[in-house]
């Protein structure tokens, strides 16, 4: 096991890892297993990447110090999860992953270097990371030059394509557009506030919102942003009650988010009432954890998974993800997509019989994985998910009650057109 003191873990965190050590879960996608001789190294590792007779080295890059700590801790937990159970079944292709954890401390030219050294200096053959889009943009450069291979699980604006990423959260017209119909559809609104932290991917997301709400002939009454951190929402909160929207959308994202929706509930409005009514994409179970149910209660939320949902891969996944981490610990959208990153990364490296890059990059395309927590998932040709939509209704335990679930998978559309 590796150094946890050299990973950048706060001691919270570090706290719950050792004690996790006790609770390897069984491994959940048994019918995926092979115990066929590992092939040798010349035959699956022709490119230097850091790959043994026994083990292969991948990358963890996650903010678990600042402001996007509340965010991406899920996610690191959800990743080493998916390693300790794909090692307990054997590994890939024979060989142990050993990971690697470096600390993006919600600093982006820190994600960029921290990955050059995971590529470089390591020779990961995948890396895990990223939440927030300023992060992604950061280390795209790089994983691009050097010719690595990301895994980047959160909900984002789309507009981007990269053949070093695959996409496992929502893009934009999965996420954003379906919301937006289901609360005019649903609710009747008419008019939105959007508001925003002050990075590419709330301003860009709410660029689609508003062009999607004025094609359906519906109003924006305002827009604004706050910088990643920020803490005073009173006068904005004053401005949206002065303009008396139907919806309020929200894209607040990390630490910013406790204050938010504190100070909401402070200035008198009551979420449960609906007028105005609250629909965020950026709060999941993780932050809500941070939040407080009882301060955001009665908001919804547009995501593609949750974890109050019902099938069997999900109950699986919530136990095994719970004796791991703690009975207390909850799971979030970008939580559940982080972890089915490694799974599809060994499901490409397999089907390549390699762990060379461009071996791997090849096999991804229309991989399915039938086990994944939020129902099935496959791989588009455009890197990708197909996914439903779901809504949930927050509830004072800070869980999210399910009220809307999109019929079918919607095709992952990076770049609509009438939108960028």
Not at 324 to 352: C, F, H, M, N, S
Request: glycine residues 8%.
């Amino acid at each position: 096991m590796q150094n946890l003191k050299k990973t950048g873990l706060s001691n919270s965190l570090r706290r719950n890892l050792l004690k996790g050590m006790m609770a390897l879960p069984a491994a959940m996608l048994v019918s995926q297993l092979s115990f066929a001789a590992a092939p040798s190294t010349a035959e699956v590792n022709t490119t230097g990447l850091a790959v043994t007779d026994d083990t292969v080295k991948v990358g963890i890059l996650h903010s678990v110090t600042g402001t996007m700590a509340i965010s991406e801790t899920g996610s690191v937990q959800a990743e080493m999860l998916a390693i300790e159970q794909i090692n307990a079944m054997g590994g890939v292709l024979g060989r142990q992953i050993e990971y690697i954890q470096e600390d993006g401390a919600s600093d982006w030219p820190t994600f960029a270097e921290k990955s050059k050294k995971l590529l470089v200096k390591d020779k990961a053959a995948a890396v895990f990371g990223c939440w927030t889009s300023a992060s992604r943009k950061a280390v795209l450069p790089v994983f691009e030059q050097y010719n690595g291979m990301l895994y980047y699980p959160t909900f984002y604006e789309g507009l981007e394509q990269s053949p070093n990423v695959i996409y496992t959260g929502q893009e934009a017209t999965q996420q954003i557009i379906a919301g937006i119909d289901w609360v005019t559809d649903t609710k009747d609104a008419k008019s939105f506030f959007l508001l925003g932290s002050d990075y590419i991917w709330p301003r860009t997301s709410n660029k689609i919102a508003r062009k999607h709400i004025e094609k359906l002939g519906l109003k924006v009454v305002g827009e604004e942003y706050y910088p990643l951190g920020h803490t005073q929402f009173n006068s904005v909160i004053n401005k949206i009650k002065l303009k008396k929207p139907d919806v309020i959308y929200a894209i607040v994202v990390g630490g910013s988010n406790v204050a938010f929706y504190k100070q909401l509930k402070a200035a008198g409005i009551d979420m449960n009432k609906e007028k105005p009514l609250v629909l965020t994409i950026s709060v999941t179970e993780d932050e809500i954890l941070g939040i407080g149910g009882e301060n955001i209660q009665g908001a919804y939320a547009a995501m593609k998974y949750f974890q109050s949902l019902t099938n069997q891969n999900n109950e699986e996944f919530v136990a095994a993800f719970k004796k791991r981490w703690g009975d207390d610990i909850v799971i979030g959208d970008v939580t559940q997509a982080a972890y089915l990153g490694p799974w599809l990364w060994k499901a490409a490296v397999e089907k390549a019989g390699s762990f060379d890059i461009d071996k791997v990059r090849a096999a991804s395309p229309n991989l399915e994985l039938t086990t994944a927590p939020e129902g099935y998932v496959k791989v588009h040709e455009n890197h990708h998910l197909w996914s439903k939509t779901r809504i949930g209704h927050a509830q004072a335990d800070g869980q999210y009650d399910i009220v809307y679930e999109t019929a079918d998978l919607i095709e992952p559309n990076p770049f609509p057109k009438g939108y960028q």
